[in-house]
C-alpha cells in the first residue's frame, strides 16, 4: 500500500500575491464550500480538458476520478496542479510510492513515469495544467537567470496553501467563459511564478535525452517518427541496431515502460491534441493510427477514464 510522503508546511519566502482586480464581476478566488465538496455516492469517472489561449495554449484538466486507474505513462510537459478532494495514489517507474492528498499541490517532471489511482474510497477530484518548461522559463524573465541548468521539482507533493490558493484560482479563471483573457494570463503566471520561486531547483542530473543508451534513443526517436504506421518490433529493432529481446529489456530499464506501450501513449498523447485542436473523432483514429475509432476510445478511455468526447477545444 502506497505510504504519505511527509511534508512540512512551507513558512518562508516573501508572499507574491495575485494582484488581478476581476473586471467582469466574475469571482475566481479559491471556496473552502464551494469549490471543493464532499465525494458523491455516483462512482462516476468525470474529466473536462481544454487549451487555454491566453497562456501559450497550456492543456488545462478537471477531472473527478472514483475508480479511475492511470496505465503507466509520462508527461512531454510539466504536470501540476492541486487536489481538491480525496486523494491519489502515486507510483513512480522505480517503485517510489506516496499519497498526494487533499489541499496539496502536486508536481511531475516532464519523462517521469509514473501511474495513479484512488488511495481512498470514493477516490479524488484535482485541477491539471501542463507547462512546457519553455512557456515556464518565459513566465520567469529574468528571475529565470539565477536558474543554471534544467529546472525540475525534487518534491511531488508541495504543502503550501497559499500557492495552492493561486494555482485553484487561476485554473478555475481559466475555466470561465466570463473572465478577460488578461486576467486568465495574468492569475496563471502569478501562480506559476510563485510555485517556482518557492520550490523548484537547478537540476544537477544528466539530461535524460543524454543519459539514454544510443539503442533506446534510437528506438525512441525511431517510434516517435513512426507510430501512426504501427511499425513492427522488427523494425524498431533494426533502427536500435539491437536484438528485439534485448531492445524490449534495455528499453523498459531505461524508460521505465516498455516499446508498445511508450507507443500506445504517444498515440492517445497525438489524438487529445487533435480533439482539442477541434477534430472529428473518426478522423482522429485514422491519422493517429487506429482501424477505426472504437478501438481509439477505448485506449483513449484506459488512460483517461473518460470517453474522448469530453475533449473540448
Known amino acids: 500500500m502506497p505510504v504519505p510522503l511527509k511534508m512540512a508546511r512551507y513558512t518562508g519566502g516573501k508572499a507574491m500575491a495575485a494582484c488581478c482586480d476581476g473586471v467582469s464581476g466574475q469571482d475566481c478566488r479559491f471556496s473552502r464550500d464551494s469549490n471543493m465538496q464532499p465525494?458523491?455516492?455516483?462512482l462516476a469517472n468525470r474529466a473536462k480538458f481544454w487549451?487555454?489561449?491566453?497562456?501559450?495554449?497550456?492543456?488545462?484538466?478537471?477531472?473527478?476520478y472514483r475508480t479511475h486507474r492511470f496505465p503507466l505513462h509520462a508527461h512531454d510537459e510539466l504536470a501540476l496542479g492541486i487536489i481538491e478532494r480525496g486523494a491519489q495514489a502515486y507510483l513512480d517507474a522505480r517503485g517510489h510510492r506516496l499519497v498526494m492528498p487533499e489541499r496539496t499541490i502536486c508536481v511531475i517532471n516532464p519523462g517521469s513515469v509514473h501511474e495513479g489511482r484512488p488511495a481512498l474510497e470514493g477516490g479524488w477530484d484535482y485541477r491539471m495544467m501542463y507547462v512546457p518548461i519553455n512557456s515556464l522559463i518565459s513566465v520567469l524573465g529574468q528571475e529565470g537567470e539565477s536558474f543554471r541548468g534544467p529546472i525540475h521539482f525534487s518534491q511531488t507533493v508541495i504543502n503550501d496553501p497559499q500557492t495552492m490558493r493561486l494555482l485553484h484560482d487561476?485554473?478555475?479563471?481559466?475555466?470561465?467563459?466570463?473572465?478577460?483573457s488578461l486576467e486568465k494570463a495574468s492569475r496563471l503566471s502569478a501562480a506559476l511564478f510563485q510555485l517556482v520561486q518557492r520550490h523548484a531547483q537547478t537540476s544537477h542530473r544528466l539530461d535524460t535525452l543524454r543519459a539514454l543508451p544510443g539503442a533506446v534513443r534510437r528506438a525512441r526517436?525511431?517510434?516517435?517518427?513512426?507510430?501512426?504506421?504501427?511499425p513492427t518490433?522488427?523494425?524498431i529493432s533494426a533502427a536500435a541496431e539491437m536484438s528485439p529481446y534485448h531492445l524490449i529489456?534495455?528499453?523498459?530499464?531505461?524508460l521505465g515502460i516498455a516499446p508498445h506501450a511508450y507507443l500506445v501513449q504517444r498515440r492517445v498523447a497525438l489524438a487529445k491534441d487533435l480533439l482539442l485542436k477541434g477534430y472529428a473523432l473518426r478522423q482522429?483514429?485514422?491519422?493517429?493510427?487506429?482501424?477505426?475509432?472504437?478501438?481509439l476510445s477505448r485506449e483513449f478511455r484506459r488512460f483517461f477514464g473518460v470517453p474522448p468526447s469530453r475533449v473540448h477545444r
Request: negative net charge; contains cysteine; proline residues 2%.
Open 39 to 42: 465525494a458523491s455516492t455516483h
Open 51 to 64: 487549451r487555454e489561449p491566453a497562456f501559450s495554449g497550456i492543456e488545462m484538466l478537471q477531472a473527478t
Open 170 to 180: 487561476a485554473h478555475v479563471c481559466s475555466e470561465s467563459t466570463d473572465v478577460s
Open 221 to 230: 526517436d525511431y517510434i516517435d517518427a513512426h507510430f501512426v504506421e504501427n
Open 233 to 235: 518490433l522488427d523494425a
Open 249 to 254: 529489456r534495455t528499453f523498459k530499464q531505461s
Open 284 to 295: 482522429v483514429a485514422i491519422e493517429v493510427g487506429y482501424c477505426d475509432q472504437g478501438h
